[in-house]
Protein backbone atom coordinates (compact mmCIF):
# COMPACT_ATOMS: atom_id res chain seq x y z
CA UNK A 1 0.00 0.00 0.00
CA UNK A 2 1.65 3.27 -0.79
CA UNK A 3 0.60 5.71 1.58
CA UNK A 4 2.46 9.13 -0.02
CA UNK A 5 4.97 11.11 -1.53
CA UNK A 6 6.16 13.91 0.27
CA UNK A 7 8.52 16.68 -1.74
CA UNK A 8 11.26 18.67 0.20
CA UNK A 9 10.93 21.82 -1.72
CA UNK A 10 13.95 23.28 -2.31
CA UNK A 11 15.26 21.48 0.60
CA UNK A 12 16.24 18.06 1.67
CA UNK A 13 14.21 18.36 5.25
CA UNK A 14 14.14 14.61 5.92
CA UNK A 15 13.01 14.96 9.41
CA UNK A 16 10.01 17.05 8.68
CA UNK A 17 9.11 14.53 5.90
CA UNK A 18 8.97 11.91 8.26
CA UNK A 19 7.51 13.07 10.91
CA UNK A 20 4.77 14.03 8.67
CA UNK A 21 4.33 10.43 6.88
CA UNK A 22 4.71 8.53 10.35
CA UNK A 23 2.34 11.03 12.68
CA UNK A 24 -0.03 11.80 9.95
CA UNK A 25 -0.40 8.56 7.77
CA UNK A 26 0.73 5.75 10.04
CA UNK A 27 -2.34 6.26 12.93
CA UNK A 28 -4.31 3.82 11.26
CA UNK A 29 -1.35 1.41 11.49
CA UNK A 30 -3.80 -1.47 12.93
CA UNK A 31 -5.54 -1.38 9.31
CA UNK A 32 -2.19 -2.98 7.90
CA UNK A 33 -0.11 -6.24 8.10
CA UNK A 34 2.96 -4.45 7.10
CA UNK A 35 4.15 -1.25 6.51
CA UNK A 36 7.22 0.40 5.06
CA UNK A 37 8.87 3.61 3.99
CA UNK A 38 10.36 4.55 0.85
CA UNK A 39 13.21 7.61 0.29
CA UNK A 40 13.94 8.17 -3.21
CA UNK A 41 16.31 10.91 -2.68
CA UNK A 42 19.36 12.79 -4.96
CA UNK A 43 21.60 13.75 -1.23
CA UNK A 44 22.20 13.99 1.94
CA UNK A 45 19.31 15.87 3.96
CA UNK A 46 20.02 18.75 6.02
CA UNK A 47 20.17 17.04 9.86
CA UNK A 48 22.93 14.92 10.74
CA UNK A 49 23.10 11.46 9.95
CA UNK A 50 23.04 10.66 14.02
CA UNK A 51 19.98 12.80 14.73
CA UNK A 52 17.87 11.06 11.94
CA UNK A 53 19.36 7.52 12.90
CA UNK A 54 18.11 7.74 16.34
CA UNK A 55 15.00 9.18 15.86
CA UNK A 56 14.42 6.30 12.83
CA UNK A 57 15.34 3.96 14.93
CA UNK A 58 12.66 5.11 17.85
CA UNK A 59 9.91 5.60 15.28
CA UNK A 60 10.40 2.04 13.46
CA UNK A 61 9.89 0.33 16.89
CA UNK A 62 7.22 1.71 17.85
CA UNK A 63 5.07 1.37 14.87
CA UNK A 64 6.53 -2.06 13.52
CA UNK A 65 7.68 -0.09 9.65
CA UNK A 66 10.93 -0.12 7.64
CA UNK A 67 12.70 2.23 6.18
CA UNK A 68 14.72 1.79 2.80
CA UNK A 69 16.54 4.16 0.97
CA UNK A 70 16.57 4.37 -2.70
CA UNK A 71 19.48 7.14 -3.58
CA UNK A 72 20.09 8.32 -7.19
CA UNK A 73 23.72 9.92 -7.49
CA UNK A 74 23.44 12.91 -9.95
CA UNK A 75 26.37 14.56 -11.42
CA UNK A 76 25.53 18.11 -10.64
CA UNK A 77 26.21 19.81 -6.76
CA UNK A 78 23.08 21.84 -7.56
CA UNK A 79 19.20 20.98 -7.80
CA UNK A 80 17.57 21.47 -10.98
CA UNK A 81 16.03 24.60 -9.41
CA UNK A 82 19.26 26.02 -8.86
CA UNK A 83 19.01 25.79 -5.25
CA UNK A 84 21.99 24.52 -2.73
CA UNK A 85 21.03 22.35 -0.34
CA UNK A 86 21.26 23.31 3.29
CA UNK A 87 23.95 20.34 3.55
CA UNK A 88 26.25 19.28 1.22
CA UNK A 89 28.10 15.69 1.05
CA UNK A 90 29.71 13.84 -2.07
CA UNK A 91 28.04 11.08 -3.42
CA UNK A 92 30.30 8.53 -1.31
CA UNK A 93 29.79 10.09 1.91
CA UNK A 94 25.97 10.43 1.64
CA UNK A 95 25.54 6.36 0.16
CA UNK A 96 27.70 6.44 4.09
CA UNK A 97 25.18 8.36 5.71
CA UNK A 98 22.09 6.80 4.48
CA UNK A 99 23.32 2.71 5.09
CA UNK A 100 23.65 4.20 8.84
CA UNK A 101 19.91 5.51 8.39
CA UNK A 102 18.62 2.45 7.05
CA UNK A 103 20.60 0.03 9.28
CA UNK A 104 19.25 2.33 12.32
CA UNK A 105 15.53 1.23 10.66
CA UNK A 106 15.99 -2.17 9.49
CA UNK A 107 15.04 -1.59 6.22
CA UNK A 108 17.38 -1.77 2.92
CA UNK A 109 19.92 0.23 1.00
CA UNK A 110 19.64 1.27 -2.97
CA UNK A 111 22.40 3.10 -4.78
CA UNK A 112 22.31 4.01 -8.53
CA UNK A 113 23.12 6.49 -10.84
CA UNK A 114 23.20 7.34 -14.53
CA UNK A 115 26.03 4.32 -14.11
CA UNK A 116 24.19 1.57 -13.04
CA UNK A 117 23.89 0.15 -10.05
CA UNK A 118 26.74 1.31 -7.39
CA UNK A 119 25.40 -0.83 -4.19
CA UNK A 120 22.06 -2.92 -3.76
CA UNK A 121 21.06 -4.92 -0.75
CA UNK A 122 18.59 -6.59 -2.39
CA UNK A 123 21.22 -7.65 -4.91
CA UNK A 124 24.05 -8.24 -2.42
CA UNK A 125 21.37 -10.87 -1.08
CA UNK A 126 20.75 -12.53 -4.12
CA UNK A 127 24.57 -12.58 -5.16
CA UNK A 128 24.96 -14.31 -1.41
CA UNK A 129 22.67 -16.68 -2.18
CA UNK A 130 23.70 -17.59 -5.65
CA UNK A 131 27.33 -18.55 -3.96
CA UNK A 132 25.63 -20.48 -1.43
CA UNK A 133 24.10 -22.72 -4.03
CA UNK A 134 27.29 -22.46 -6.12
CA UNK A 135 28.91 -23.44 -2.84
CA UNK A 136 26.62 -26.27 -2.30
CA UNK A 137 26.20 -27.20 -5.85
CA UNK A 138 30.38 -28.36 -5.84
CA UNK A 139 30.35 -29.79 -2.32
CA UNK A 140 27.86 -32.07 -3.68
CA UNK A 141 29.59 -32.71 -7.22
CA UNK A 142 32.47 -33.44 -4.69
CA UNK A 143 30.82 -36.18 -2.93
CA UNK A 144 28.95 -38.00 -5.93
CA UNK A 145 32.86 -38.43 -7.16
CA UNK A 146 34.49 -39.69 -4.36
CA UNK A 147 31.27 -41.95 -3.69
CA UNK A 148 32.08 -42.93 -7.54
CA UNK A 149 35.63 -43.99 -6.99
CA UNK A 150 34.67 -46.36 -3.56
CA UNK A 151 32.76 -48.07 -6.06
Given amino acids: ?7 CKGSRNFMSALRRAVEVDFK ?3 KHKSQGLYLLTTGIP ?6 IGAYVAEVCRGFDL ?3 VCLFSVMEDVDSNGIVPARYANPTETAIAF ?8 GRFHWFGEAGIFESDDIAIIVSEMEKA ?4 QKCAFLVESLKQRS
Fill in 1 to 7: RWVLGLQ
Fill in 66 to 68: QLH
Fill in 28 to 30: DKD
Fill in 134 to 137: NNYS
Fill in 46 to 51: DQETHT
Fill in 99 to 106: KEIVQAAN
